[in-house]
């Protein structure tokens, strides 16, 4: 079975940063692409950034210039490191990769 799990979400202050953790049960991020959603009560989950294997990364508009996504496939981990951070980035943090989920970690801004 294997497992996804996010970590690293909390409460900062706006402006503030936060790196978010994915850790894979077993090796299993090669080949995939890993991916990072959000997800606010009553709306979808938001996709905001993906890493490919060879390194390739993109981002949402919505956080592209404030967020940084990386992977260390010898740990089996994918991070997402969060600049500037507002409120408008409150919400839950999901890791994906083929068809695993983590079960997120919550991030909240305050004003």
């Known amino acids: 079975q294997v497992q996804l799990v996010e970590s690293g979400g909390g409460l900062v202050h706006n402006g503030g940063s936060l790196t978010l953790s994915c850790v894979a049960s077993?090796?299993?991020?090669?080949?995939?692409?890993v991916k990072w959603y959000r997800q606010v009560p009553g709306s979808q989950r938001e996709r905001l950034a993906s890493i490919t294997d060879s390194g390739r990364t993109e981002y949402s508009d919505s956080v592209k210039d404030r967020f940084i996504i990386s992977r260390d496939n010898d740990k089996n981990t994918v991070y997402l490191q969060m600049n500037a951070l507002t409120p408008e980035d409150t919400g839950v943090y999901y890791c994906?990769?083929?068809?695993?989920w983590g079960r997120g970690t919550r991030v909240t801004v305050s004003s």
């Open positions: 077993r090796r299993m991020f090669t080949p995939f692409e």
């Open positions: 994906n990769t083929a068809q695993y």
